[in-house]
């Protein structure tokens, strides 16, 4: 990510966030905001190029986006001033303030462990994977088909997200897209997501422990998402962001050997 675009994106996020009356319908805006520029290069094209003045980008988006509510434009109006590193960063900020905006609209939900869960389904079912992420496949199709699957069984934040994801790919990995969405939720409530691979299912005081004892670590609350795993024997495996924390057995006597070949 280019030093332009953070600065876009912390101003994007900041607007978001000073925006009154976030809701899903705001979301839901921003997320269709992401479409048009995805289906539209000259549009992206004409919102991100730093060679056109800034109310003149303002303007176009007043045209474009003007049926839109005050809060949703005003997210808008905010990106496309920013200098951009590219179209793609431009569309990329608007999705993440879509994501952010689910995430604000429904506090109560744990939409981390949401997604979580529907990336997980989605890597166990090929076919269903394959369907999301064919370049061949109607976009509003995609989107109908998550909204069938999570209906009921997941809140209306995570079907607003995870269903407009998948109607705009641009070429990357659904799981992929499910993981950034999983960060970007965490980073909106001030917190981390760590992966915890297990063989068994943690105890609440063994989960209450690790929380602390990661949450003093990384200087922050951290939210835990426990994947089964006969492989692991004894304790776990950690991710966390870029971190690996590798305590199981296997890896311990791992390192003894080692050491004793040494």
């Known amino acids: 990510m280019g030093s332009a675009t953070t600065q876009a994106l912390a101003a994007t996020t900041s607007a978001l966030t000073a925006a009154p009356g976030v809701d899903l319908g705001v979301a839901r805006e921003l997320f269709a905001a992401v479409r048009t520029l995805a289906g539209s290069s000259q549009l992206s094209g004409a919102l991100s190029d730093a060679s056109v003045p800034a109310e003149a980008r303002r303007a176009l988006v007043s045209r474009v986006f003007g049926g839109y509510s005050a809060a949703t434009g005003s997210v808008l109006d905010a990106a496309v001033a920013e200098r951009w590193s590219s179209s793609a960063d431009l569309i990329s900020g608007i999705e993440e303030a879509g994501v952010r905006a689910a995430a604000m609209a429904e506090p109560q939900v744990d939409v981390e462990a949401e997604l979580f869960s529907v990336a997980r389904t989605i890597a ?32 209306a934040s995570t079907v607003a997200i995870v269903s407009s994801l998948v109607q705009v790919p641009r070429d990357r990995r659904v799981r992929s897209m499910l993981s950034r969405a999983l960060r970007v939720v965490a980073d909106q409530r001030g917190r981390a997501v760590a992966t915890v691979f297990a063989a068994a299912d943690l105890t609440d005081e063994q989960t209450s422990r690790l929380q602390r004892t990661l949450a003093a670590r990384y200087g922050t609350e951290v939210s835990l998402n426990v994947v089964l795993d006969p492989t692991v024997v004894g304790g776990v495996r950690i991710e966390i962001g870029d971190d690996v924390i590798d305590a199981t057995v296997s890896s311990r006597l791992g390192d003894l050997r080692q050491r004793l070949a040494g």
Request: charge should be negative.
């Open 124 to 155: 166990a079912n090929p076919e269903l994977e394959l369907a999301l992420g064919s370049r061949l496949g109607d976009a509003s199709a995609k989107g109908a088909l998550i909204e069938s699957l999570l209906n009921g069984r997941a809140a």
